[in-house]
């Protein structure tokens, strides 16, 4: 990490992971309801659904009932918008759906524990089918503002026949899990 990532994960205070707390959370989904980010969104216990079109792929999550589209004719522009998922254009590279993504704002975090990243973000996934029930993502996030070298991870997902859920980020229900759950645990412990 450069030395201003650094200090932003050290200023993560995370529901989840090794610094996990309850106390004085800053992690934008449980606090906002804001988007995950990518790659994150993988971190979640929730489906996605490819759909592809002659000139678009659609990736459709569960979680918050999010969806990304990705170009497949097409270059990305010169000065994209900065979004909470970015510019995605596609290709396939034999049997790989390979997504190159751009012009991220810097809202999101890249997982659970609190990896920050900057706008000049620059992701690309690599979604393959092992066999017909697993899907591998390997992803490869670059951002020289953030971290000295690109690194890489990588999600195996399997097939389910279940259908996708609701499963929305909703402020009031954050609100009750913040006061029934939260609150209580973090308390002072006299009773």
């Not at 906002?32 to 678009?56: E, M, S």
Request: with cysteine.
């Amino acid at each position: 990490m450069t030395p201003w990532a650094l200090e932003k994960y050290k200023s993560a205070r995370p529901p989840f992971g090794p610094n996990a707390t309850f106390e004085g959370i800053n992690d934008p989904v449980q606090l906002y309801c804001d988007p995950p980010g990518i790659p994150r969104i993988y971190n979640y216990p929730w489906q996605l659904t490819l759909l592809q079109t002659p000139k678009v792929v659609y990736i459709l999550y569960e979680f918050t009932r999010t969806w990304r589209s990705v170009a497949m004719e097409r270059g990305h522009p010169k000065d994209p918008d900065s979004t909470w998922l970015g510019d995605s254009v596609g290709r396939y590279e034999w049997d790989t759906l390979v997504v190159d993504t751009i012009g991220f704002n810097d809202k999101t975090w890249l997982d659970h524990p609190g990896h920050p990243h900057t706008d000049a973000l620059h992701i690309i996934e690599r979604f393959r089918r092992l066999d017909h029930d697993t899907l591998e993502i390997l992803f490869t996030v670059d951002d020289p503002r953030a971290y000295t070298k690109p690194f890489t991870g990588r999600r195996l997902l399997a097939s389910s026949a279940s259908p996708m859920g609701e499963t929305l980020c909703s402020m009031s229900e954050n609100d009750s899990f913040k006061k029934q759950i939260m609150d209580p645990t973090v308390g002072s412990g006299a009773k």
